[in-house]
């Protein structure tokens, strides 16, 4: 079984750091398309979900809820459903009900790799007065690191794991290969050099930063730069303080057992807006978030195979992943029940008789809204 061991003092000496370091797709929203529909058995309402991320809080309701209610109670980073977070003082009605975030597609003449797909697509509506503003665009849950791998079927359910997916030892939100790209978590991350997005630029002059959740818990933003062009454009943010060179490197010694992988998840965007800047609607697309990063371990061959002797790492993950689902079920119940109690009439039933001569002329009066 393969286990980890991090190299020793001499041998980071000899080799150089460019050795070690990966490129990785961090999260790629072309692959975030609705594939399956989530309805109740008896019901026609058909929700669009991602089959691949889709999550199941239903295990963290209470039995008061009924089954219809239950098979409703799935979510993905289908990305219909990623979310605007206004600051405080920009949350105003409108500003709340028209920010949004949609799949847009590109046109299949566009001349850029992706052209035929969807990617991210951003209405935010800043305040039109002279104050600074930003706005976060997050997914609808936080992106769990240790949600174990397994497939969902058509009604978004997800099976029991196989072997394969077992032995492959990637969870759910990872790439499914070195080559391919990852849903929002990427393991084995020690030092960030270099963070790249790919997004359509439409000369706003609004600061975009990348929003970053790391092992400890901790969120850290880094600003990729600023929106004011036109196109396509990859945005890269450069960290300052990396060293290249391995012998002026503080070289730290860790355990070599047990140790969790260290990783990184995609925690949002967040668009900035300085208030002598012009407000209103922002409108932005992003295609995709990469990273370069030095490797945190390396994998090799052991003669003793510790984890299945003492099962350290396994249960410490266990623990964190159920806390992650427990805080996650919960958020996500309390959201369907406030839905669940909002009105969906769109108009009053009417306590007239529709054809009767006596009715007013229907263009005769015009409602007011009550102030």
Same mark, same amino acid.
């Given at each position: 079984m393969k286990k980890t061991f991090v190299l020793s003092v001499a041998g980071m000496m000899l080799l150089g750091a460019s050795v070690f370091a990966k490129e990785s797709t961090l999260i790629d929203?072309?692959?975030?398309?609705?594939?399956?529909?989530?309805?109740?058995?008896?019901?026609?309402?058909?929700?669009?979900?991602?089959?691949?991320?889709?999550?199941?809080?239903?295990?963290?309701?209470?039995?008061?809820?009924?089954?219809?209610?239950?098979?409703?109670?799935?979510?993905?980073?289908?990305?219909?459903?990623?979310? %605007? !977070?206004?600051? *405080?003082? #920009?949350?105003?009605?409108? +500003?709340?009900?028209?920010?949004?975030?949609?799949?847009?597609?590109?046109?299949?003449?566009?001349?850029?790799?992706?052209?035929?797909?969807?990617?991210?697509?951003?209405? %935010? !509506?800043?305040? *039109?007065? #002279?104050?600074?503003?930003? +706005?976060?665009?997050?997914?609808p849950f936080e992106i769990p690191a240790y949600e174990p791998l397994s497939t969902a079927d058509a009604n978004g359910n997800r099976q029991p794991q196989t072997?394969?997916?077992?032995?492959s030892g990637r969870t759910l939100f990872e790439a499914d290969s070195d080559d391919s790209p990852a849903y929002g978590v990427v393991k084995n991350v020690g030092t960030i050099k270099s963070i790249a997005v790919t997004?359509?630029?439409?000369?706003?002059?609004?600061?975009?930063?990348?929003?970053?959740?790391?092992?400890?818990?901790?969120?850290?933003?880094?600003?990729?730069?600023?929106?004011?062009?036109?196109?396509?454009?990859?945005?890269?943010?450069?960290?300052?303080?990396?060293?290249?060179?391995?012998?002026?490197?503080?070289?730290?010694?860790?355990?070599?057992?047990?140790?969790?992988?260290?990783?990184v998840k995609?925690?949002?965007f967040q668009i900035t807006r300085d208030a002598s800047h012009v407000g209103d609607d922002f409108i932005g697309y992003f295609k995709d978030v990469k990273i370069i990063y030095d490797k945190a371990e390396l994998t090799s061959e052991r003669d003793i195979a510790d984890e299945d002797l003492w099962g350290i790492v396994t249960k410490k993950e266990s623990a964190r992943q159920n806390f992650e689902m427990s805080r996650f079920g919960n958020k996500q119940v309390n959201r369907y029940l406030e839905k669940s109690k909002m009105a969906t009439e769109a108009s009053f039933s009417s306590s007239l008789d529709e054809n009767s001569t006596s009715n007013a002329q229907s263009n005769g009066g015009q409602a007011a809204d009550a102030k």
């Open positions: 929203f072309t692959t975030l398309d609705a594939d399956i529909t989530i309805k109740a058995q008896d019901s026609d309402v058909e929700i669009p979900e991602n089959s691949r991320t889709i999550m199941d809080y239903g295990v963290a309701a209470g039995a008061t809820f009924d089954q219809d209610q239950r098979d409703l109670m799935k979510t993905s980073l289908y990305l219909g459903d990623w979310e %605007i !977070v206004l600051n *405080s003082s #920009a949350q105003t009605v409108g +500003a709340l009900a028209n920010s949004q975030v949609v799949p847009a597609p590109v046109r299949e003449s566009a001349k850029v790799p992706f052209a035929g797909k969807n990617v991210m697509g951003v209405r %935010i !509506v800043f305040p *039109s007065g #002279a104050y600074n503003a930003n +706005a976060k665009i997050v997914p072997d394969e997916e077992k032995a997004t359509l630029g439409m000369n706003f002059p609004h600061g975009l930063y990348v929003l970053l959740g790391d092992t400890d818990g901790v969120t850290r933003r880094y600003f990729m730069g600023y929106l004011g062009f036109d196109g396509w454009k990859t945005l890269t943010w450069n960290n300052p303080d990396y060293i290249s060179e391995v012998r002026t490197r503080e070289i730290r010694i860790y355990p070599i057992y047990p140790r969790g992988l260290p990783f995609f925690a949002g």
